[in-house]
């Protein structure tokens, strides 16, 4: 699998929700944008479930790591699932899949990892970006560190067990570290 970047621009992460409801619709863009505020694997965000949402706040168990995952919702993410329950309230997954609607006896199901995939991809193409599904994972980490300089509290949203693994995963090298060196005078 190809190495994917945490978007370091936020008048890039703008544009990316911006050319993904453009090209491939709001449901494409509310996964990058609730992806993006909830940090979690792909594979997680596509299996919410509406029964997973109380309130403020998500509760599932990770597939990967089979770790359970409690996440307060900031006000954009809860704004972006109530919005999709107000217009599917049908629907069992927040981001459920439209083949069903017509096709008997099928149930239902999310959206697939490969189709948002292939979104990401291309809408990454558009913009000079290697995006995929991680990115979203990844430009939260990458921010939160950025706004925070607390790799501690980032490794724990990311659910990460060492630094190194984390700084790696949200796209810190050795450049950014000797730039804060040169930039910042005591």
Do not use: C
Request: aromatic share 8%; proline share 1%; net charge positive.
């Amino acid at each position: 699998m190809a190495e994917v970047q945490a978007v370091k621009d936020l008048d890039t992460v703008k544009l990316i929700s911006y050319l993904l409801k453009r090209t491939y619709g709001q449901q494409i863009a509310d996964v990058w944008d609730v992806g993006l505020n909830l940090a979690l694997r792909i594979s997680d965000l596509l299996s919410i479930k509406f029964e997973n949402i109380n309130d403020e706040r998500l509760t599932l168990v990770e597939g990967k790591t089979s770790k359970q995952a409690t996440i307060k919702l900031n006000d954009k993410a809860r704004s972006i699932i109530a919005r999709i329950k107000d217009e599917h309230p049908e629907h069992i997954y927040l981001f459920q899949s439209y083949r069903n609607q017509w096709s008997k006896g099928l149930d239902e199901a999310p959206i697939s990892r490969r189709y948002v995939s292939r979104a990401f991809a291309a809408i990454g193409e558009e913009v000079g970006i290697k995006l995929g599904t991680h990115s979203m994972r990844k430009t939260r980490g990458y921010h939160l560190y950025k706004n925070t300089n607390d790799i501690a509290r980032v490794m724990k949203m990311l659910r990460h067990s060492s630094e190194a693994v984390t700084l790696r995963y949200i796209g810190i090298t050795q450049e950014d570290v000797d730039r804060d060196f040169v930039e910042l005078e005591l």
